[in-house]
């Protein structure tokens, strides 16, 4: 673990203010694009929620893995709880995902569905924009959370395998594969809308 | 390559994955084939259209929430630590500094071994005389319930002591002393208690070798006997009354004359089964363990004494336990129980033999001992265990002192040879210099005992 980050984990588990502004500051952009891309409505309540349970858990912190990566996948899991909560009591309609998957691993066809359903965006977003979120939600669940994983946090592909719990290849093929779909929806998209 | 490989690789290429050679077997395939360069572009496009979405808009509010929301949380976990101490039903026992050090020179390794990390939150429980804490840069008085953190700075003034107890940050959980005119830096995780710049004086020290033998001729090696020898623990028994200080300084004692003490060692004996011999005249409550500082049964031992959260369920072993009462000019009395010679297996056939080795002096407000302060009566008999912490805390861990006997015309006889040239020891920037005197020559005659001084001299240069 590298020594910044060692002494801010230790300034965090201090309680020392300056380190949670500069965590928050730190993560704010990549996490909440993250987050957004998945459970829009909630955002910034799991944004918030991430972070008190960074201070409630650090203590547990192994460093075996970044202190950010770490960070993404507490995040990660809230998404997923507040989609399972979301789905227990039927206030998200849930395409079913093609099979069911065994034990910890989410359905994330459903999460990701929500992903482009944000409040107030369609009005900023251009023509093409709307188009990429639209191609991007058509993507492969799995996929998709690689490619954002990848291209909106800026993630390395060990830390993408470590949140997500794939082989660190599997997410690197996931992130190629969601680009090349990517470009063939928007590629269509465009040769439909052209001709 | 072939189209189909090709495009496989296209997303690499994009986002700049590839490594050189993949790279240029991609292009080389691009170069020639119009379709896959086309569909290149595709992905490309696709990949700075994603990159065109807005990116998650910051917000000072939103940081402030989060932030307030983190303050709240760690708030709630510290007064949540406060409760559970306070609730607890034990009174625990205090820990003196030295013994805090020492649990913290070997926590430390284990922890770092485990890749842990560990804080330290105390609460201030009594404040005798005055004391300073620094959270940051400034210096304010300590008082009653100040909560002190790791990285914050202790120093007490002449005359004090402070009563921390320690309230979360580890799992065991007790009291932890501060000597008067000894500064406590918590800094650097709260573990390493190291003293405040300022010059070293030299100081005198003294270290002592005691030998019994129960019975006869158990000296008898086949042949010559190393050893090194072991440094001492110290541990702090819980005042089980309220004791009158008494204003004697000399050789740095103090009366005891209440009768609470004697509970304490009815108990300490009836749960160790030793034998204790007190001086009643004496008082305190501080009980002094000889063993190696690198022993690990020891740490563990004195990991479940913290566990138990009661020195007196400390297993003592099954050795000579004598109290010894000591005390410092205006500190709270202390209760020193000597435990034999050590943790080594002394009087056996292996006859290992541990010596107790120190120096003992109080220190001024820069930290640093001073000989004006020491005590003669307090270096006349075993060595004191004041220095223990002082040596772990110089790294001294083991000091070289050989130990060798051999059979004499029938009767074993234990030499004692400290080492002939100083011991170079880095501390803060600067080495500490540390020569001993003091060689010994002792014929053993059956049951027995001696004691006898090594002086070791420490000196700080730059």
């Not at chain 1, 910034?44 to 893995?65: H, N, S, Y």
């Not at chain 2, 002393?177 to 405040?196: A, E, H, K, P, W």
């Not at chain 2, 050893?227 to 005042?239: H, I, K």
């Amino acid at each position: 673990m590298a020594s910044e980050e060692q002494t801010l984990i230790r300034r965090l588990l201090l309680g020392e203010e300056a380190a949670f502004r500069e965590l928050v500051g730190q993560l704010e952009r990549p996490l909440l694009a993250f987050i957004q891309r998945f459970t829009p409505e909630v955002a910034e309540d799991i944004f918030q929620e991430t972070f008190v349970r960074v201070i409630r858990k650090l203590a547990e912190f192994k460093p075996d893995v970044s202190l950010k990566t770490w960070i993404f996948t507490i995040a990660r899991n809230l998404c997923l709880d507040h989609i399972k909560m979301n789905r227990r009591h039927g206030l998200v309609s849930l395409d079913r995902p093609a099979r069911e998957v065994e034990g910890n691993v989410i359905p994330f066809k459903e999460v990701l569905e929500a992903a482009t359903r944000q409040p107030g965006e369609a009005a900023e977003l251009s023509d093409n924009q709307r188009r990429v979120l639209e191609a991007l939600r058509t993507l492969d669940p799995t996929r998709r959370e690689a490619l954002i994983l990848r291209v909106y946090c800026d993630l390395p592909y060990e830390e993408i395998a470590r949140i997500t719990r794939s082989p660190v290849g599997t997410c690197k093929y996931r992130v190629h594969e969601a680009l090349n779909e990517l470009a063939a929806r928007l590629g269509g998209a465009r040769g439909a809308a052209t001709g | 390559m072939d189209c189909h490989r090709a495009r496989e690789e296209l997303g690499g290429l994009v986002l700049g994955e590839l490594d050189v050679e993949q790279r240029r077997a991609v292009e080389a395939h691009l170069s020639g084939c119009p379709e896959c360069r086309a569909r290149r572009d595709q992905v490309a496009g696709a990949l700075a259209s994603l990159r065109s979405l807005p990116p998650a808009e910051t917000s000072e509010e939103r940081r402030r929430r989060a932030v307030a929301a983190m303050m709240e949380e760690h708030r709630r976990r510290v007064e949540a630590a406060l409760r559970y101490r306070s609730a607890s039903p034990l009174r625990v026992v205090a820990v003196a500094l030295a013994a805090l050090v020492l649990a913290a020179v070997v926590t430390i390794g284990w922890n770092v071994a485990r890749g842990e990390l560990e804080v330290y939150v105390l609460r201030v429980v009594a404040v005798h005389g005055t004391a300073d804490w620094a959270s940051g840069g400034e210096w304010k008085p300590l008082q009653k319930n100040d909560v002190v953190r790791s990285r914050d700075r202790v120093r007490t003034r002449e005359s004090a002591m402070v009563q921390f107890e320690l309230v979360e940050g580890s799992k065991k959980r007790g009291d932890l002393f501060i000597n008067q005119n000894t500064s406590m830096d918590l800094r650097n995780g709260g573990r390493v208690i190291s003293i405040d710049s300022g010059e070293l004086y030299g100081v005198e020290v003294s270290a002592a070798v005691r030998i019994v033998t129960p019975s006869g001729d158990h000296f008898a090696p086949d042949g010559p006997t190393t050893f090194e020898a072991g440094l001492q623990q110290t541990y702090v028994l819980p005042q089980t009354g309220a004791y009158r200080q008494s204003a004697d300084r000399r050789g740095m004692t103090l009366q005891f004359t209440d009768a609470p003490i004697e509970e304490v060692t009815r108990v300490i004996s009836e749960k160790t089964g030793e034998k204790i011999d007190i001086d009643s005249r004496l008082r305190g409550a501080r009980i002094c363990f000889f063993g190696r500082a690198d022993d690990p049964r020891l740490i563990d031992s004195f990991s479940r004494a913290l566990e138990a959260q009661n020195l007196m369920l400390y297993r003592l072993g099954e050795r000579e336990c004598r109290i010894n009462v000591l005390g410092q000019a205006g500190g709270e009395p202390r209760l020193f129980v000597r435990v034999g010679a050590g943790r080594g297996r002394f009087a056996t056939s292996r006859g290992t033999i541990m010596i107790g080795a120190g120096y003992y002096g109080e220190v001024d407000a820069s930290g640093w001992p001073r000989p004006r302060e020491l005590g003669t009566a307090a270096l006349a008999d075993w060595t004191q265990p004041h220095y223990y912490s002082r040596l772990a805390e110089t790294r001294i861990r083991v000091v070289p002192t050989v130990i060798r006997w051999a059979p004499r015309g029938g009767t074993p006889t234990i030499e004692v040879r400290v080492p002939r040239e100083p011991m170079v020891i880095p501390y803060g920037g600067r080495q500490l210099v540390v020569e001993f005197k003091g060689d010994l020559e002792y014929e053993l005659k059956g049951e027995g005992e001696v004691t006898l001084p090594i002086t070791m001299k420490i000196k700080a240069v730059p």
